[in-house]
């Protein structure tokens, strides 16, 4: 199993937010975390990168990661694209990426600028441009490509198509299903239930803090009443 998570729970302030989730992704393997606005999916993600204090149990590859320092959570393999994207404005395009990186020169990584260029010319094309004023479904590859710069073996995605056009709502979608293919596990929060039900291999629905629904794709469509009770507006 690459990520696994038992019995998490969060709180902010007296709010407490994660009520015991359970949880897992194996490796090459997109699993989506649907739910509405609110319900926790976010803060998550934020307690397995240890952004947020987390109690219970998160594992990668065996790993306990429950209460590190986020860099450590990141030096452990996982990745993380927050739903703000985080970019520095500031710096280029390549300042970004090489930001991304565990260590300067590193070699042996699937993801190298030349790899990413290759993937995506138009952040190529923008290299020496601050991020700054690159369009949203810009920012937002740019975020994803930083993030696999680190060459992460588990990813977390929070909302990468939120606000973003179609076509670059495609192009999302089929870079993640190209991370998942190189066995890296993908874990995706998605408010758009067609994506997710789109690429996903298994998906998980959140409400009220904890999980109520866990399934595959087709058993979720099959499944009108969760759709309705924890899903739709």
Known sequence: MMLQIRDLHAYYGKSHVLRGVNMEVKPGEIV???????????????????????????QMEGKQLAGLPPHRVAHAGVGYVPEDR???????????????????????????????????????EREHTPAEVLSGGEQQMLTMFRTLMGDPRCIMVDEPTEGLAPKVVADVAAILEEIATAGIAVLLVE???????????????????????????????????????WLEV
């Open 191 to 229: 408010q758009k239930l067609s994506i997710a039900l789109q690429i996903s291999h298994r998906v998980y629905v959140m409400g009220e803090g904890k999980i109520v629904f866990d399934g595959t794709p087709e058993s979720l469509q099959d499944n009108p009443e969760i759709r309705k009770e």
């Open 86 to 124: 985080a970019i520095f404005p500031g710096l280029t395009v390549a300042q970004n990426l090489e930001l991304g990186m565990k260590r300067r020169g590193q070699t042996g990584a699937q993801w190298t600028l030349d790899a990413v260029y290759k993937r995506f010319p138009r952040l190529k």
């Open 32 to 58: 989506s975390l649907l739910g509405r606005n609110g319900v926790g999916r976010s803060t998550l993600c934020k307690s397995v990168m240890g952004l947020v204090t987390p109690k219970g149990d998160i």
